[in-house]
């Protein structure tokens, strides 16, 4: 299981491209496999991850995620190769559908038909990305399209965040992998790891990667950290996709899933998320006290021998 840092976790001030490009590259530095970044309402991570990759060699650079909603496919390919163009072909290009309360009540979009719609986003942007024709008329979308950007030295994987039993088939099927946020290690060994993988044994394609994100607190004291987590990170026991996947797994909330303990117990629960099948872990190192997402980092680098 490959280890990857998720930055730009909140939308402060602190959140700049060269605080962002200083990280990765000290995450570089460390060894990781990989850095994550979410797109919210700040910096666009498509082209914060480009620019990083100008100043990183190693690293591999994904979104977790960008929403489809605010973006045709033709718009979200074209940025996407030129960020892994700029990234020396390591971008990965992580979306998703966002939720509701974002698509209709603040941009205004339609969300009657998520699966729908990224279902026929993956049948236009898969071959765009590819460098190909694109002939698209379905009920979301009609493209008659095609580009080439020159310097990107690959197609870049499209990752998928699925977590439903539809969603995961469409990612199976049409995409390279699924990113998933707020899924404990149970949900992943019985839901998402079959799911997505019986989808891609179907359609004959290649086994799927499975990036887990979850946070991560390398403390002595678990039971105050839970807590912490759970008041910090409620909206997302809320959210109606987040909360299905606590259901699933028999939580309350985010402070029942995070990966929490001292070192010994740290060690333990990134061995169960290896044994549900999990591919790469996306760690959001939390600071619930000075130093702490730093010695978190810390312990994750002295894992990354296995």
């Not at 190693?58 to 940025?79: D, I």
């Not at 990170?233 to 809320?238: D, E, K, P, S, T």
């Not at 402070?255 to 070192?263: S, T, Y």
């Amino acid at each position: 299981m490959k280890i990857g840092i998720k930055i730009g976790l909140s939308s402060g001030p602190e959140v700049t491209l060269a605080n962002l490009t200083a990280i990765a590259k000290e995450v570089e530095a460390k060894g990781f496999a990989s850095c994550w970044m979410p797109n919210i309402f700040g910096l666009d991570a498509i082209s914060t991850l480009g620019i990083i990759g100008q100043s990183t060699q190693s690293l591999e650079l994904g979104t977790a995620v960008t929403p489809t909603y605010p973006r045709h496919p033709v718009a979200m390919a074209q940025q996407a190769l030129t960020s892994q163009a700029a990234a020396n072909g390591r971008f990965v290009l992580g979306i998703g559908l966002s939720h509701k309360f974002v698509v209709e009540d603040m941009f205004g979009l339609d969300y009657s038909k998520p699966a729908s719609h990224m279902e026929e986003y993956l049948q236009v942007l898969q071959p765009l990305l590819a460098g190909e024709q694109t002939q698209h008329a379905g009920e979301q979308f009609k493209v008659n399209a095609a580009f080439k950007v020159h310097d990107s030295p690959a197609k870049p994987p499209v990752i998928v965040a699925a977590l439903g039993p539809r969603m995961l088939n469409i990612a199976g099927r049409l995409a390279e992998g699924t990113i998933t946020w707020m899924t404990g290690e149970k949900t992943l060994a019985n839901h998402i790891v079959p799911g997505i993988n019986a989808a891609a044994s179907e359609a004959g394609r290649p086994a799927p990667r499975i990036i887990a994100g979850l946070p991560i607190v390398l403390t002595s004291k678990p039971e105050e950290a839970r807590t912490a987590i759970a008041e910090q990170l409620a909206i997302y026991g809320q959210l109606p996709s987040y909360k299905a996947m606590l259901e699933r797994e028999g939580a309350s909330g985010p402070g029942d899933i995070a990966l929490v303990g001292d070192e010994t117990s740290l060690r333990g629960q990134l061995q169960a998320l290896r044994e549900a099948g999990v591919t790469d872990f996306n760690a959001a190192a939390l600071e619930l006290e000075p130093g702490q997402a730093a010695r978190t980092i810390d312990f994750l680098a002295s894992e990354l021998s296995d």
